[in-house]
């Protein structure tokens, strides 16, 4: 095979009711479904090259070369491309994100997507979003979701095969927007795929996975009919049950930061002033505040004032991962 190159770019996705723990982790089949909504203009750029001229795969991530776990993790996912498309040639890839790396932001999920469809374009593959979602999910879970675009579902699945994400309502269906008042930008010290073996521990994660179906339900219909203030109960009391499952495993993990917490009591204030706003947390210290757009620069001004928040990105629901 020739020398072939591919980029693609992915957005990012806030998952609405919350992965986490797997029932397989190396096929990383989820325990319990989950619902995100693509974040617009928070982007991985990947782009992949594979060469019989390279001896190794290499990884530029932010104009950083990497080196390491993080490397091996994606020559382990390169190789499930390579097993695919039968061919041996290792791969080039330099990705960049346009938005803060490991914070809770779903920096890996934009990443993995973006490779899946990058990858496979450069080796000669012409996956379906079916395919590209069902690889996608063995680099990281969440990745299966930030395939399709708009409101997405990943369901659990039977096997294997069965565990892949789909829209279920497109990006305009309802203009939500995330507000995400970061209050620290730093790389995570426990990833999520340490986190999620941690999942079981918690005598609380029964408990959440039983009740998994009904919040799914509440919060798809709560989207289909754009009702927000059954979103803003739902999403929640699923942040809040996954938080609680994370910091009462063995050991503990505490994402949150003093500022996270000052946020998590601050908006549902704002909701009771009237204002359609309401928050979820992902395994960061980071408050993703979603609200209607009317309410966006009114949202996005009120986050400023608070003196912990050093930044507020923005992002409407954002399209499928696509090649450039
Ligand atoms: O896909 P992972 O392994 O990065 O796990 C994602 C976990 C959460 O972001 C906390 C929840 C989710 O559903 O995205």
Same mark, same amino acid.
Request: hydrophobic share 45%.
């Given at each position: 095979?020739?020398?072939?190159?591919?980029?693609?770019?992915?957005?990012?996705?806030?998952?609405?009711?919350?992965?986490?723990?797997?029932?397989?982790?190396?096929?990383?089949?989820p325990?319990?479904?989950?619902?995100?909504m693509?974040?617009d203009?928070?982007?991985?750029r990947?782009?992949?090259?594979?060469?019989?001229?390279f001896?190794?795969d290499?990884l530029i991530?932010?104009?950083?070369?990497?080196?390491?776990?993080?490397?091996?993790?994606?020559?382990?996912?390169?190789?499930? +491309?390579?097993?695919?498309a039968?061919?041996?040639?290792y791969?080039?890839?330099?990705?960049?994100?346009n938005f803060?790396t490991?914070?809770?932001?779903?920096?890996?999920?934009?990443?993995?997507?973006?490779?899946?469809?990058?990858?496979?374009?450069a080796?000669?593959?012409?996956?379906?979003e079916?395919?590209?979602?069902?690889?996608?999910?063995?680099?990281?879970?969440?990745?299966c #979701?930030?395939?399709?675009?708009?409101?997405?579902?990943?369901?659990?699945?039977?096997?294997e095969?069965?565990?892949?994400?789909?829209?279920?309502?497109?990006?305009?269906?309802?203009d939500?927007?995330?507000c995400?008042?970061?209050?620290?930008?730093?790389?995570?010290?426990?990833g999520?795929t340490?986190?999620?073996?941690?999942?079981?521990?918690?005598?609380?994660?029964v408990?959440?996975i039983?009740?998994t179906?009904?919040?799914l339900d509440?919060?798809?219909h709560a989207?289909?009919?754009?009702?927000?203030? %059954?979103?803003?109960?739902?999403?929640e009391?699923?942040?809040?049950?996954?938080?609680?499952?994370m910091?009462?495993?063995?050991?503990?993990?505490?994402?949150?930061?003093?500022?996270? +917490?000052?946020?998590?009591?601050?908006?549902?204030?704002?909701?009771?002033?009237?204002?359609?706003?309401?928050?979820?947390v992902?395994?960061?210290?980071?408050?993703?505040?979603?609200?209607?757009?009317?309410a %966006?620069?009114?949202?996005?001004?009120?986050?400023?004032?608070?003196?912990?928040v050093?930044?507020?990105?923005? %992002?409407?629901?954002?399209?499928?991962? #696509?090649? +450039?």
């Amino acid at each position: 095979m020739p020398f072939e190159t591919a980029t693609a770019v992915s957005c990012a996705n806030i998952a609405l009711i919350k992965y986490w723990g797997n029932r397989d982790e190396k096929l990383r089949l989820p325990v319990n479904g989950s619902i995100s909504m693509n974040l617009d203009g928070l982007v991985a750029r990947t782009q992949v090259t594979f060469s019989q001229g390279f001896d190794h795969d290499s990884l530029i991530l932010n104009t950083q070369a990497v080196s390491g776990e993080p490397l091996k993790r994606v020559t382990r996912f390169l190789n499930l +491309v390579r097993d695919l498309a039968g061919f041996k040639q290792y791969a080039n890839i330099i990705s960049e994100n346009n938005f803060p790396t490991d914070a809770g932001i779903a920096s890996s999920a934009a990443a993995f997507a973006a490779l899946s469809l990058a990858a496979t374009r450069a080796i000669g593959l012409d996956l379906s979003e079916k395919q590209l979602s069902l690889l996608a999910r063995r680099g990281s879970g969440s990745a299966c #979701r930030s395939i399709p675009g708009g409101f997405v579902e990943w369901k659990a699945g039977l096997d294997e095969s069965d565990s892949y994400a789909f829209s279920f309502a497109p990006p305009d269906y309802w203009d939500l927007v995330d507000c995400i008042a970061v209050v620290e930008a730093n790389p995570k010290l426990i990833g999520s795929t340490e986190g999620h073996r941690l999942a079981n521990t918690s005598p609380l994660q029964v408990a959440r996975i039983q009740d998994t179906t009904r919040r799914l339900d509440l919060c798809r219909h709560a989207i289909l009919s754009r009702d927000f203030d %059954a979103l803003a109960t739902i999403i929640e009391l699923d942040s809040n049950l996954m938080h609680s499952v994370m910091m009462t495993s063995t050991p503990p993990l505490f994402y949150w930061a003093p500022a996270t +917490v000052e946020l998590m009591k601050a908006v549902p204030l704002l909701r009771k002033e009237g204002l359609p706003v309401c928050y979820t947390v992902d395994a960061g210290p980071n408050v993703h505040v979603l609200c209607t757009s009317d309410a %966006a620069d009114l949202v996005i001004k009120r986050l400023n004032n608070f003196p912990k928040v050093n930044q507020v990105l923005y %992002a409407k629901p954002g399209a499928p991962t #696509r090649l +450039v």
